[in-house]
Protein backbone atom coordinates (compact mmCIF):
# COMPACT_ATOMS: atom_id res chain seq x y z
CA UNK A 1 0.00 0.00 0.00
CA UNK A 2 1.52 3.09 -0.76
CA UNK A 3 -0.20 6.22 0.74
CA UNK A 4 1.21 9.00 3.14
CA UNK A 5 2.45 8.07 6.66
CA UNK A 6 2.56 3.66 5.27
CA UNK A 7 5.99 2.70 5.82
CA UNK A 8 7.13 -0.58 5.05
CA UNK A 9 6.53 -1.30 9.54
CA UNK A 10 2.84 -0.55 9.50
CA UNK A 11 2.22 -1.52 6.01
CA UNK A 12 3.23 -5.23 6.70
CA UNK A 13 1.26 -5.03 10.34
CA UNK A 14 -2.00 -3.99 8.49
CA UNK A 15 -1.40 -6.84 6.08
CA UNK A 16 -0.98 -9.31 8.65
CA UNK A 17 -4.68 -7.49 9.52
CA UNK A 18 -6.39 -8.59 6.03
CA UNK A 19 -5.74 -4.58 5.37
CA UNK A 20 -3.85 -4.13 1.73
CA UNK A 21 -5.42 -1.12 0.56
CA UNK A 22 -7.02 2.30 1.54
CA UNK A 23 -10.28 0.74 1.08
CA UNK A 24 -9.94 -2.10 3.27
CA UNK A 25 -8.70 0.44 5.73
CA UNK A 26 -11.37 3.08 5.33
CA UNK A 27 -13.92 -0.43 5.70
CA UNK A 28 -12.46 -1.62 8.75
CA UNK A 29 -11.27 1.83 10.13
CA UNK A 30 -8.07 2.72 11.51
CA UNK A 31 -9.71 2.20 15.90
CA UNK A 32 -10.06 -1.48 14.55
CA UNK A 33 -7.05 -1.87 12.46
CA UNK A 34 -4.72 -0.29 15.05
CA UNK A 35 -6.24 -2.67 17.77
CA UNK A 36 -6.17 -5.63 15.57
CA UNK A 37 -2.21 -4.32 15.67
CA UNK A 38 -2.06 -4.07 19.35
CA UNK A 39 -4.01 -7.43 19.78
CA UNK A 40 -1.08 -9.35 17.80
CA UNK A 41 1.70 -7.97 19.33
CA UNK A 42 0.65 -7.77 22.83
CA UNK A 43 4.28 -7.77 24.06
CA UNK A 44 4.72 -4.62 22.45
CA UNK A 45 4.68 -0.88 23.29
CA UNK A 46 2.60 0.47 19.84
CA UNK A 47 2.05 4.28 20.11
CA UNK A 48 -1.12 5.58 19.29
CA UNK A 49 0.66 9.03 17.20
CA UNK A 50 2.74 6.81 15.70
CA UNK A 51 -0.44 4.13 14.49
CA UNK A 52 -3.79 4.94 14.80
CA UNK A 53 -2.78 8.78 13.69
CA UNK A 54 -0.69 7.87 10.81
CA UNK A 55 -4.00 5.31 9.77
CA UNK A 56 -6.04 7.61 10.33
CA UNK A 57 -4.24 10.57 7.63
CA UNK A 58 -3.38 8.02 5.38
CA UNK A 59 -6.82 7.58 4.64
CA UNK A 60 -7.04 11.78 4.56
CA UNK A 61 -4.19 12.19 2.84
CA UNK A 62 -2.86 14.24 5.51
CA UNK A 63 0.79 14.37 6.93
CA UNK A 64 -0.56 12.32 11.10
CA UNK A 65 1.31 15.75 12.92
CA UNK A 66 -1.67 17.60 10.49
CA UNK A 67 -4.38 15.89 12.32
CA UNK A 68 -6.48 18.73 13.73
CA UNK A 69 -7.26 17.61 17.63
CA UNK A 70 -10.76 16.91 16.88
CA UNK A 71 -9.94 14.06 14.71
CA UNK A 72 -7.43 12.70 16.95
Do not use: H
Not at 7 to 27: M, Q, R, S
Amino acid sequence: MKAKNIGITIAKKLNETGVFTLADLAEMTPKIAYQKICDKYPEKTIPKCYYLYSLQGALLDLDWRELRNEIK
